[in-house]
């Protein structure tokens, strides 16, 4: 059966971009067969893109007077994909557009900046693209976060054997809900009643929550 695609603007696009990025996310094996090099693509990226945010950061450190303006981002979605270039263009447009919070004076919506360790931090979650919810998706870092709600809890005298909890952002106004009384109107009817889980909710009365 033959075929009589003709080869469009996309298609060529297509081939470009896979023929600038074959050398970093495939390799062949002695079988003649394809391999992913997703690490060598993550390296290449990261050591690429470090050489922009290592001056945005030193920016900050080297003038913490400097005043941010206001100024229109010229962004669009490309209708094709732009590469690595077009990748580290836009982070170079994203750094120069954005407040720098690395700057020494800078403190608003109640929070300062990140550090070295912060960075580091976010990386590894990155990395990890895991969630907190449910422990067979992160059992490091769920015992992580247990270890320092336990801390917390006992720097304010709370030293029992149940001291601990969860970490949460803080609490906000109505009616936006804070994520601690979202887990609580989760996960208090499953506590009370176990069988949730394994049987109908509908077959059971409907719990009910009281609020101040």
Do not use: C
Request: hydrophobic fraction near 35%.
């Amino acid at each position: 059966m033959s075929s009589n695609h003709v080869k469009t603007d996309a298609d060529a696009d297509a081939d470009t971009y896979a023929s600038s990025v074959k050398d970093i996310n495939v390799s062949v094996n002695q079988n003649g067969r394809n391999l992913l090099n997703r690490a060598d693509e993550v390296e290449d990226l990261l050591n690429a893109v470090q050489s922009l945010i290592i001056p945005f950061i030193r920016s900050a450190d080297e003038d913490a007077n400097v005043k941010h303006t206001v100024q229109l981002l010229d962004f669009n979605l490309p209708n094709h994909g732009k590469g690595k270039d077009g990748l580290l263009s836009t982070v170079e447009q994203v750094l120069k557009y954005s407040i720098n919070t690395w700057d020494q004076g800078f403190l608003d919506k109640l929070y300062s900046s990140t550090n070295a360790v912060g960075v580091i931090s976010e990386l590894i979650l990155a990395v990890l693209n895991t969630n907190l919810h449910v422990f067979h998706v992160s059992p490091a870092l769920t015992v992580i976060e247990k270890t320092t709600a336990r801390a917390f809890a006992n720097l304010f005298g709370f030293n029992g054997p149940h001291a601990g909890g969860i970490s949460t952002p803080k609490v906000v106004q109505p009616p936006t809900q804070p994520p601690s009384s979202s887990l609580a109107t989760i996960s208090s009817p499953k506590q009370e009643r176990p069988e949730m889980d394994r049987m109908n909710s509908f077959s059971s009365p409907p719990p009910m929550a009281t609020t101040p």
